[in-house]
């Protein structure tokens, strides 16, 4: 992918659809469509420790996401949401720096497009995008409180589980077989 | 040598006293037919076990009741507006031995929420029944819902719905328009582990190619050739 921009934010229930225009490698384009629940951004702000008044750090966060390396994206590998701020959103703003779209005089501004492709009817709006996923997101300081909560405790139980599926009974169990297995051994 | 007897005056007064003892025991509440033997309380078929407050209230009871389900004993609590009663037995009928555990709650006489766990010798019911309307979740052999091994389940997934980042599944079905030729889908949370994309790929219009071309514990991306409307089938797991 050689660059991506934003073109337009509507919603369809609880649901915010973003759709993005891609220019491929080849220069090909195309139009992709995001998809998120309306507390997304609430969770990202929980997840990464945003101020939620940060809206282009809030939003980017979820934007660009999907076009990390799996493995550099990953929040819970980190040792917890502070370091997966520092970490994780060095890596966003480096793969939005990477996908920027030049700027192109020749890209239309018929009407109230804003990319080269038109952006199908149901999906289109004229607010700009980031105000549009802004406004149409719901975040509460109060949920997104509760929400850092959770991550907090997720990192805990994973902490406590030396970061592996085991649960700790099974921990008993495997040296409660271990022994048996020594002492059918010794006899 | 004196002849030691006991005082005439100190009998009677003996068996006025023992007299009073038995007239207040004769007036107080009885264990009835119960009984309590060698530190056990004995209560027969019918009997209850009730815990009153001061002002005289029932909070809760244990009885049993044999005219419904051999062997049951319930537990009811009692609340301001509701009662909630718990079922406990255990029986053997024809071979099949179970132990039964339900738990409903009766607000005003209506709308009964009930959960049970029923525990057979050759299987397992979970289910949860919301204002009558019933969801089961059938495990293992039991007729007539399967053989050995048969997991049965009735009910729904949810559409998209995640209540945390240690959720097993992440399913739902999403239609996406004509005019795009992907879709990527962020989960509401960053999952705590591996997700796994399983999709299902509905095109009206005919064959495409298509593929997953980008999963994470955040989201996931899907791919197709052309740009007709299609539908998003997803039955992700986490691992």
Known sequence: MKSMEVLSCTKQGNILRVVKEITNDDNSKELQLHIMREDTLEWRAAEYDIDPEDRDTLIDMVIYEPYLDPNDSQLYSCADRFEAKTKCLEKIRAKKNQLRRPSDASIKKVGSQRGTLTVPEEYWDERDPYDAIMEESVIDRQAIEIKKRHVDLTFQLRDRLGGQSRTPRSEELERALARRQSRKSEA | ?239
């Open chain 2, 1 to 239: 040598m004196p002849r030691y007897r006991t005082d005439n005056q100190d009998l009677i007064d003996k068996i006025v006293d023992l007299k009073k003892r038995i007239t207040r025991l004769e007036k107080q509440r009885k264990l009835g037919t119960s009984a309590l033997d060698s530190g056990a309380i004995r209560v027969p078929i019918g009997g209850l076990l009730t815990v009153v407050d001061d002002a005289g209230e029932r909070r809760f009871l244990i009885y049993s009741d044999e005219n419904y389900v051999p062997n049951l004993v319930r537990i009811a609590v009692f609340g301001d507006t509701q009662v909630t009663t718990m079922h406990v037995s255990s029986s053997e009928l024809d071979g099949i031995n179970q132990t039964y555990l339900q738990m409903y709650t009766d607000v005003n006489g209506a709308n009964i929420d009930r959960g049970s766990l029923e525990l057979f010798n050759n299987g397992a019911i979970l289910s949860v029944e919301d204002s009558g309307v019933f969801d089961r979740i059938h495990i293992r052999n039991l007729a007539p819902y399967g053989t050995n091994g048969t997991l049965y389940m009735v009910g729904r997934w949810p559409d998209e719905s995640q209540l945390s980042s240690e959720d097993a599944l992440y399913t739902g079905s999403r239609s996406v328009s004509a005019g795009v030729s992907s879709v990527t889908i962020s989960y509401p949370t960053t999952f705590a582990s591996t997700i796994v994309p399983i999709i299902g790929l509905h095109s009206a219009s005919g064959v495409v190619t298509w593929a997953v071309t980008a999963q994470s514990a955040s989201s996931f991306t899907v791919a197709w050739s052309g740009t007709t409307a299609k539908i998003i089938n997803m039955w992700n797991i986490r691992l």
